[in-house]
């Protein structure tokens, strides 16, 4: 926790140090720098050499629209952000969930999608916070997900830097507990075939995509590009092809 919000002391520190690419740069370079980490199936992650997921399929697809090509970018999570106030890229796609911290930092598009913190063990483990006291949590460095055990008297918490290390803690008995994304959770279950259960949120949250803080014309493209996908179809189709449902905030006003 002290390590995340030094991370967001620093990112609010270099707030306007430097110009980030207006709307009108990326347009005329013809290609839309963005970030990610390639490590948080199923919404970034690589499949070989190939980065594929939910929101990088996404975003391939809001960039198509806008009629630009893609650079990626990858690199962990807990640097991302970070790295687009050091304008390694445009924004940055990466299941960020939008909290009031992360927002004096960089701006937040409409959320691209609703989800939660998911509970997931071993079968007959903990499936409640109140379950937690004294058991080992594994989660990922840097994430809404380790705020959220920390605030639970008595979890031990074990910080892993990618998400995946702390799914393996879980399956290798390191830890009695996995917290993380609903559906990530879902599919872990799922992929295991009955050796686990995934039980109750510990909270539920919004995901956006971030801009460097008061790009306010690359944040309009995206929310109209976004309006867009999803108005046409093009959202519901991805989101289908990966959660067999349309996983968009359906009561975001």
């Known amino acids: 926790m002290k390590k995340a919000l030094l991370s967001l002391t620093a990112l609010c520190l270099l ?3 430097a110009e980030a690419r207006t709307w009108a740069e990326i347009k005329k370079s013809g290609t839309i720098k963005i970030g990610t980490e390639g490590a948080f199936p199923p919404f970034n992650m690589m499949k070989g050499t190939q980065l594929t ?5 996404l975003a391939n697809a809001l960039a198509k629209q806008l009629g630009l090509k893609v650079q990626w970018v990858t690199q962990p999570f807990d640097g991302l952000l970070l790295g687009l106030q ?14 009031p911290e992360r927002q004096r930092a960089v701006d937040f598009a409409n959320p691209h999608y609703c989800t939660g913190g998911a509970i997931v063990s071993m079968k007959g483990g903990p499936t409640k916070a109140a379950d937690l006291k004294g058991k080992i949590v594994a989660v990922q460095v840097g994430t809404t ?15 892993f830097p990618k998400d995946t290390d702390a799914q393996t803690a879980l399956l290798a008995g390191k830890a009695a507990v996995w917290v993380g994304d609903k559906f990530t959770g879902l599919d872990l279950v799922k992929a295991q075939k009955g050796k686990l259960q995934q039980g109750a949120l510990l909270f539920t949250e919004k995901i956006g995509m971030a801009v460097k803080k008061g790009n306010t ?15 046409s179809g093009t959202y519901a189709k991805i989101s289908r092809s990966y959660f067999g449902e349309d996983i968009r905030c359906k009561n975001f006003q």
């Open 15 to 17: 707030a306007g140090t």
């Open 53 to 57: 997921g939910f929101e990088v399929e």
């Open 86 to 99: 050091q304008d390694r890229f445009d924004f940055v796609i990466a299941s960020h969930g939008i909290t």
């Open 145 to 159: 997900y380790l705020t959220g055990v920390q605030k639970i008297p008595g979890a031990k918490v074990l910080v």
């Open 217 to 231: 014309s690359v944040l309009k493209e995206l929310n109209a590009a976004l309006a867009k996908a999803q108005s």
